[in-house]
């Protein structure tokens, strides 16, 4: 490596790509500043509001210079934490691409065919694509019988329970509804085939992504320990993986790994006045995953639904404790990484309970 290299510092508004590969790899010294951070340090030096390329440079080469030592260098993540995260946030994108278009179908289905929401709860699900591909419009639907419904189920990929699912679908489908007009029913039947297609078609690619997901996240080193935790399976597990990475050295205490997640109160203070609040700024895919998390902790860890409980007695709505309890978890986890264990129940909650109750009641 070249030591005049050494001495380069750059500073730039993202993580990742090809270019940030190549100046880390080159040896430079790379710092990725929030492009937030960067907008409030332009405001310190100009408030005209002029804005160019030459002067963002300029500021970002000010900022790295004299306030580095507010900012962390690029993490050192690993290749196969780097796959894991682009996996996930695939994964992620699918997921929510599919509640879009399943909302719009849901739209759809309330302007001109009522009876299809009271037959099906989940539109997503494969029985409600099956029926709907075959009977786009009410009136179709209203005549299906109970061997062309099986039929349609069996096509779908249901094997049990065929026939008293069918006389529940056929039964909703019967039911009185107001009707639209002719011409618009058959316009909205072709945009209902449509999104049926491409919600059947996003089902099949997410359910491949998620098998290459957890293919990738079992092999890596650090899955064990993830997979120890309470209320993370593969994807979610792969998901903060991915977003927290791997590198060691880049959260220096459970606190910096907090406030990265997002989970961690900012306090708010001027004068007399002080108030703690939630973190918004944040990473968003990485705050939906530890709040998840803590979700479904709270049927896996008995210390996990103690604490959350103990907070919403405490007069905390449901998502203050939930926060609280994220917060709590990634500590967790940090000091499981740091230490290179799997987590203990006893040993992350027994200090947290009155003398003489056992964790596991």
């Keep these: 490596m070249h030591p005049i290299r050494r001495r380069v510092v750059v500073g730039i508004e993202t993580d990742r790509g090809l270019w940030v590969e190549a100046l880390t790899a080159a040896g430079y010294q790379v710092y990725a500043v929030n492009p937030l951070a960067v907008s409030r340090y332009r405001d310190r030096h100009q408030l ?39 996996l996930a946030r695939a994964h992620q994108n699918l997921v929510w691409a599919r509640g ?12 001109y065919y009522p009876a299809a929401l009271e037959a099906f709860s989940d539109l997503a699900d494969r029985d409600t694509l099956a029926v709907l591909a075959k009977a786009p419009d009410p009136v179709t639907g209203a005549k299906l019988t109970i061997s062309q419904l099986q039929a349609a189920l069996k096509r779908g990929g249901r094997r049990r329970n065929l026939e008293a699912r069918a006389q529940q679908i056929q039964a909703a489908l019967r039911t009185d509804q107001l009707t639209a007009p002719d011409a ?67 959260y220096a205490d459970a606190k910096s790994r907090r406030n990265y997640a997002g989970t961690s109160p900012i306090t708010v203070a001027s004068g007399t006045k002080r108030a703690v609040l939630a973190r918004h700024v944040r990473n968003r895919r990485l705050y939906d995953a530890v709040d998840q998390w803590a979700f479904c902790s709270l049927t896996a860890s008995p210390g996990a639904r103690a604490y959350y409980d103990q907070r919403r007695a405490a007069g905390a709505t449901h998502h203050k404790a939930l926060r609280a309890l994220s917060n709590r978890l990634v500590g967790i986890l940090h000091g499981c990484l740091r230490t290179r264990t799997h987590y203990n129940e006893q040993t992350a909650w027994s200090h947290r309970q009155p003398t003489g109750v056992d964790i596991a009641a």
């Design 48 to 86: 005209s509001g002029a804005k160019s390329d030459a002067g963002d440079a300029k500021v970002l080469a000010d900022l790295v210079r004299t306030d580095r030592h507010n900012h962390r260098p690029v993490p050192g993540d690993s290749p196969h934490a780097a796959g894991i995260k682009v």
């Design 100 to 111: 879009r278009h399943t909302n719009r179908l849901r739209n759809a289905l309330r302007e």
């Design 184 to 250: 618009v029913v058959a316009a909205f039947a072709a945009t209902t085939r449509a999104a049926v297609g491409i919600i059947g078609e996003l089902n099949r690619q997410i359910a491949d992504l998620e098998a290459e997901l957890a293919t990738h996240y079992e092999q890596h080193p650090d899955a064990p320990i993830y997979l120890s935790q309470p209320g993370l399976g593969d994807v979610l597990g792969a998901r903060v993986l991915g977003e927290f990475g791997d590198d060691p050295e880049r």
